[in-house]
């Protein structure tokens, strides 16, 4: 299969990487040192085992030079989607099948949902209308991304643990290029599911990612520290429930209880949220994929959300601090 990776982080670059070494045409979209790596040295995965990789990919700066592709995978930050949305059209046939693995919730959210906001356009995720317009959601496949990664070193993917991706179509429906499509992740070693309710296995996602993922961006803890400490162990767990009161009312169903997702980041270990890897990397932060969209969403159902207020504000303020100062905040050993 044709296959466009854009954005070749820690999930594309993992998921790119795979991809090829299964015998899959693997373009990869990146730009400045890690792009330039690839091109010359390939794409090096190394596995939780220690085992490594070089992955042979094509790699370019643009979806024009990209071209035409079977399946494009929007691995990029949601806040760096409007960019490629413009250019998109040049990777679309007919039958390409768009995939989107961003963290948080997803602008189509409301998309093909069928409930009474059906094709809502969240202000948060999508303020301009530039995803809505240019990005077909006919061709959309929503996947979850559990695994945990981490960009080493231009053109090195460190993957840390987990290898599931399950996906489903926007509005639960079976359909053959689903099925398609996993077997395309079996394939590439990667275990998946098709899911007749790809929304609550998002907000299950979410439950992490709008706690952990601040948290440990503020006090720049890894996840067993923060499931470790009682007071942040707790104020997870208050955001969480918090995130479920919205959840719920928009007919969302959680299948594992809090405390059983925190157990579950726990054992993870000492691993660094991608918002930690931003913020040592003074990259600008996914503030309202991973917080803004949920709060904005207790708006529509009438839901106070106060512990995922305070810790937005907090984020935000440093991501605009990091912005405005122009880089990022690290903890090092004293002298």
């Known amino acids: 299969m044709k296959i466009c990776v854009v954005g070749a982080g820690a999930i594309g670059g993992l998921m790119g990487a795979k991809l090829a070494l299964a015998g899959n045409d693997v373009t990869i979209i990146d730009k400045g040192a890690h792009l330039e790596a690839i091109a010359k040295n390939g794409l090096k995965l190394i596995w939780e085992d220690g085992g490594e990789h070089i992955a042979q990919v ?40 768009i ?76 359909s053959e290029r689903a099925s398609k499509l996993l077997a395309l992740l079996e394939d590439a070693g990667f275990r998946s599911r098709i899911l007749d309710d790809i929304r609550s296995e998002i907000w299950l996602k979410a439950w992490g990612n709008l706690s952990f993922n601040p948290i440990s961006a503020l006090t720049h803890a890894t996840l067993v520290s923060i499931c470790q400490f009682a007071e942040t162990r707790q104020l997870a767990a208050d955001m969480m429930r918090e995130a479920q009161d919205i959840a719920e009312a928009l007919g969302v169903t959680f299948r594992h209880t809090i405390e059983k997702r ?32 949920i709060l904005e969403m207790g708006k529509m159902v009438g839901k106070q959300a106060p512990s995922i207020k305070a810790v937005y504000a907090c984020v935000k303020l440093l991501n605009k601090e990091m912005l405005l100062q122009g880089g990022g905040v690290r903890v090092e050993h004293a002298a």
């Open 99 to 174: 995939m989107t693995v961003q963290n948080g919730l997803p602008w189509w959210y409301f998309h093909k949902q069928g409930g009474e906001h059906d094709g809502k356009r969240l202000d948060s995720l999508d303020p301009t209308g530039i995803l809505t317009k240019h990005i077909d959601t006919d061709r959309i496949i929503g996947c979850v991304v559990y695994p945990g990664a981490a960009v080493t070193a231009p053109g090195v993917i460190q993957h840390v643990e987990g290898d599931r991706f399950p996906i489903g179509e926007l509005d639960g429906s079976e």
């Open 58 to 97: 094509k790699a370019v700066d643009s979806a024009a030079a990209a071209g035409p592709q079977d399946l494009v995978i929007l691995a990029v930050k949601a806040h760096f989607l409007e960019q490629i949305a413009r250019e998109s059209e040049a990777m679309m046939r007919p039958d390409t099948i």
């Open 262 to 293: 925190i157990a579950g980041a726990e054992s993870v270990g000492a691993h660094k949220t991608s918002m930690l890897q931003d913020v040592e990397a003074g990259r600008s932060l996914e503030t309202e994929a991973l917080i803004g969209s």
